[in-house]
């Protein structure tokens, strides 16, 4: 599975972080940072979890 983000949508609101934080990442600067653009299948719940919950609709996984 790729973790895909739009950082035109994304307000780096930390809900992805909260859900998967080996993931996501909100860093100081404000920005959100994928840590791991291709998780094995043991987060497939969780990711799945983080892209109903982004309020944005900016993660997708594919």
């Known amino acids: 599975m790729r ?3 739009d950082f035109d949508l994304c307000t ?3 809900v ?3 859900i998967a934080p080996e993931v996501f990442e909100v ?3 404000g920005f959100l ?3 791991d653009e291709n998780p094995g299948p043991e987060f ?3 990711l799945h979890q983080a ?3 982004c309020p944005n ?3 997708s996984v594919e």
């Open 33 to 35: 940072y994928v840590l």
């Open 16 to 18: 992805c972080m909260g």
């Open 3 to 5: 973790v895909k983000v």
């Open 27 to 29: 860093r100081d600067d």
């Open 57 to 59: 609709g900016a993660i």
């Open 44 to 46: 497939d719940e969780r």
């Open 12 to 14: 780096s609101n930390a």
């Open 51 to 53: 892209v109903a919950s």
